[in-house]
């Protein structure tokens, strides 16, 4: 899961990524997949911010910073090739959206 946010790293970002990695991890993941991991980019972040946010979460997460660039690349690189698993929701396993009241 990655999450880009416009700005600085906030704590509740670190609620919000357990959240959708519970998600991932209840309602998509196959049996003999790993645990979802998260990594939410920020422009900033305060690294003893981000310790104290992320320190009872106990799944893989990261948090990363980006930065605007006024240059562009002589030539294009080409794009990441991945795996990609995309709905344009997640249900539970009993039908239900997740995250609506039961």
Do not use: H, W
Not at 27 to 45: D, F, H, L, M
């Amino acid at each position: 899961m990655i999450e880009f946010k416009i700005g600085a790293f906030r704590p509740e970002y670190a609620g919000k990524m357990n959240f959708y990695l519970y998600l991932l991890n209840n309602t998509v993941r196959k049996a003999n997949e790993q645990p979802s991991i998260g990594i939410t980019i920020c422009q900033s972040k305060n690294r003893t911010v981000v310790e104290f946010a992320f320190r009872d979460v106990n799944k893989p997460v990261g948090v990363a910073i980006y930065t605007f660039s006024d240059t562009l690349l002589s030539e294009p690189r080409p794009p990441l090739s991945f795996q990609r698993r995309t709905s344009p929701s997640i249900r539970c396993r009993d039908g239900r959206l997740a995250g609506s009241p039961g």
